[in-house]
């Protein structure tokens, strides 16, 4: 019965073990899109001088 017990902990611990890797995969994968996403939106905007004139 212990060893029963014992290997239902286990694999609950495997388990989530696995579902954080999988959400910390998956946070990593986000924020390296988020950043991507900044940098295009960051280039798109032009350098050169403004075409607003300002009375």
Do not use: C, I, N, W
């Amino acid at each position: 019965m212990k060893t029963k017990f014992a290997a239902s902990v286990l694999y609950a611990l495997l388990y989530a073990q696995g579902l954080l890797g999988f959400a910390g995969l998956a946070s990593v994968l986000l924020r390296d899109r988020a950043h991507a996403d900044e940098l295009a939106v960051v280039s798109e905007v032009p350098s050169g001088p403004s075409l607003l004139v300002v009375r």
